[in-house]
């Protein structure tokens, strides 16, 4: 069941999204060659702390750390390490805040250093594609018409779009009823009502979008280990159309 959230709800989700924004908005910054993901996961925890919020990711299913941290062919959960990030990575951050029981959910991909070509695009290509997901969580759209939006355009740029991984609905929960796909035929499902939370992540592969999962449980690789890259938002459908509520700077 896809729940409605009140205005009272959508105002404490959108305060824990504007701690998730200053938060990446900070990582993002930060990050550079020659530091760790562990040092990421240190930032990430101490940064939400302070802002009286948890890290709604850390023992989440048995996930040991505060911030998933993925690198190049590592399409999610990724776990922080003493990994050192090296010129021209990929460095995809996924981060989710618990502010007082309302739930917050963002990624970004970053290039480490010189990033130029193909991985470039790629970026660029996933970062769009967000973009153009989110234009479409309006009221009576179908929520397939959000999926369809990501892998069309992703498609026609020359990559895939990962289908084992998909965006789910938040913000009373870190993960709620719906499942979005970021594929698929538009003008099926669910149709979108004013109140839905849905946290929409295009997962964007240079190759093709078959991943598999690591020994570690978690850390999940494009199976012809080409490079992914990960954009999120969290979103509330309002009456006049979405509206953003982890947006960074």
Known sequence: ????????????????????????????????????TKEIDCWAEELISKEGALPAFKGYKGYPASVCTSVNEEVVH????????????LLSIDLGVNYKGYFSDCAITVGIGKVTGERKKLIE?????????????????????????????????????????????TGLAI????EIPNFGLPHKGPVLRPGMVLAIEPM??????????????WTAVTRDRQPSSHF?????????????????A
């Open 1 to 36: 069941m896809i729940k409605i959230k009140s205005k009272e709800e959508i105002n404490m989700i959108r305060l824990s999204g504007e701690i998730l924004a200053r938060t990446m908005e900070v990582l993002r910054n930060k990050v550079k060659v020659g530091i760790t």
């Open 232 to 248: 999120e938002h969290t979103v509330a459908v309002g009456e006049n159309g979405p509206e953003i509520l982890t947006k960074y």
């Open 125 to 169: 290509v996933a970062k769009r594609a967000l973009q153009l997901g989110i234009k479409q969580a309006k009221p009576e759209n179908h929520l397939s018409d959000i999926s369809s939006a990501i892998q069309s355009y992703v498609e026609s740029e020359g990559f895939s779009v990962v289908r084992q991984f998909v965006g789910h609905g």
């Open 204 to 217: 964007v592969n240079m190759g093709g979008w078959e991943v598999e999962i690591l020994q570690d449980g």
């Open 175 to 178: 993960h709620e009823d719906p």
């Open 78 to 89: 990724g776990i922080p390490s003493e990994r050192r990030l090296k010129d021209g990575d």
